[in-house]
C-alpha cells in the first residue's frame, strides 16, 4: 500500500499533508492549491490553515517540556499511539497523495498511524509519500520525493537549488570569522541536543557544533556533558515550541545546578529560538533556521532581520 498507484496526470491531484514540513514543501513547489486536508500541525502558509483538520494529539499539549515528556512517556507506555487519525474525514476527502512521516512517532502522525487508518479502503489506495529526514540531504531527497508524486520534478530541483544557493551565501558571509562553540538544546527536561540536520546548518552558520551528531537523531544528554563541553553559545529551541513557550521553558535551564557558571550564561550568550516554526521542521525554512544562527553567531556580519520574531537574547 505505501507504494500506492499514481493517479492519472489528467487528474487534478488531491493531497493531504500530515506533517507541517510537507505542506511548505508542497506550497514551495506551487501546489498549495492541490491541498485539501492536513494535520493540526500544519500552520503554514497561513492559508492551509483553512483546510480540513484530520490529526489531533490524544494528550493536552500545553505545559512544559519536562510536563509534555511525562505525558507522551503514559501514552507510549501504555502502548497508545501519540496522535489520532480521524478517517472517516481523511477518506470522505478522496486523497490522491497522502504525506506523512517516518521520523519520530512523537512529533507528528506515523506512517503506521496512515496505514491503519486506510487498511479498510475497498477502492484505489492513494499514493503514500513517508518522509524520513536525518539529514539536510535527506531533505532535499524528501523534497524530490513529494515533487515526484505531484508530477513537479522541475519545480523540485529549482526548490532545492535555491535553498542551496542561501546556504552557500551563509556560509560564505561568515567564512573567515572565528567559529564559536555551540551547544543547541531541542529540549529542557529531559535535556536533549540537536541532531539530525542541526549539526550541518550549525557549521553552515558559522559555528562549531557540539553534543549532536549530524545524520543522527536528537538524543537525551546530560547535564555533565553540556557543562564539560563549554559552549560559548548556547541556542534553545525545543521541537514543537514557539518562541514564547521557549522563553517561558528556559526556566526549567536556570534549575540546573551551576547554570550560571556557564561560559554562555555568563557572557550573556544564551538565545531562545522558534523550534516550531524553523528548526525543528525540516523544509524550506530550515535556509531561514540557517540565516537565523547567522545573525546569532556572527552580529557582526550578518543583521538580525529576524530577531523578535524568530529569536531573542535571553538576560543572564
Known amino acids: 500500500m505505501t507504494n500506492g498507484t499514481t493517479p492519472s496526470s489528467a ?11 510537507a ?25 492551509v490553515e483553512r483546510l480540513p483538520v484530520l490529526t489531533a494529539p490524544r494528550f493536552e499539549v500545553s505545559g512544559t517540556s519536562e510536563e509534555i515528556d511525562g505525558k507522551v ?3 507510549v507506555d501504555g502502548g497508545l499511539s501519540v496522535y489520532r487519525v480521524d478517517e472517516e474525514a481523511l ?9 506523512t512521516q517516518d521520523h519520530c512517532d512523537v512529533c507528528a ?10 487498511c479498510a479502503w475497498t477502492e484505489a489506495p492513494a499514493r503514500i509519500v513517508s518522509l524520513k529526514p536525518d539529514s539536510l540531504a535527506d531533505v532535499y531527497a524528501d523534497i524530490a520525493r513529494v515533487a515526484d508524486a505531484l508530477e513537479a520534478i522541475t519545480a523540485g530541483k529549482a526548490l532545492i537549488a535555491a535553498m542551496k544557493a542561501r546556504f552557500a551565501a551563509v556560509a560564505a558571509r561568515v567564512m573567515s570569522a572565528r567559529r564559536p562553540r555551540v551547544a543547541f538544546i531541542e529540549w529542557s527536561k529531559p535535556l536533549m541536543a540537536g541532531g539530525n540536520w542541526m549539526p550541518t546548518l550549525i557549521e553552515i552558520a558559522g559555528g562549531e557544533n557540539l553534543l549532536g551528531s549530524a545524520g543522527r537523531p536528537s538524543g537525551v544528554t546530560t547535564w555533565d556533558a553540556l557543562r564539560e563541553a563549554a559552549p560559548e553559545v548556547i541556542v534553545v529551541a525545543p521541537c514543537g515550541f514557539t518562541l514564547a513557550q521557549t522563553v517561558s521553558d528556559v526556566a526549567l535551564l ?3 545546578p551551576g547554570w550560571g557558571d556557564l561560559t554562555a550564561v555568563r557572557a550573556g550568550e544564551v538565545y531562545a529560538c522558534d523550534g516550531n516554526s524553523y528548526f525543528n521542521r525540516p523544509g524550506p525554512r530550515l535556509a531561514d ?18 530577531e523578535g520574531t524568530a529569536w531573542r537574547r535571553l538576560a543572564s
Do not use: M, N, Q, W
Not at 24 to 47: K, N, T, Y
Not at 91 to 99: C, F, G, K, N
Not at 109 to 116: F, H, T, W
Open 11 to 21: 487528474t487534478a491531484k488531491r493531497v493531504v499533508s500530515l506533517i507541517a514540513s
Open 23 to 47: 505542506t511548505e514543501i508542497v506550497a514551495a513547489l506551487g501546489h498549495a492549491h492541490a491541498l485539501v486536508g492536513r494535520s493540526h500541525e500544519c500552520d503554514f502558509p497561513r492559508d
Open 73 to 75: 512517556r503514559a501514552l
Open 91 to 99: 477518506r470522505a476527502l478522496r486523497p490522491d497523495v497522502i504525506v
Open 109 to 118: 502522525v506515523s506512517l503506521s498511524d496512515v496505514e491503519a487508518a486506510i
Open 254 to 256: 536556570r534549575a540546573y
Open 289 to 306: 533556521s540557517a540565516e537565523i544562527l547567522a545573525e546569532i553567531l556572527h552580529p557582526a556580519l550578518v543583521p538580525p532581520a529576524h
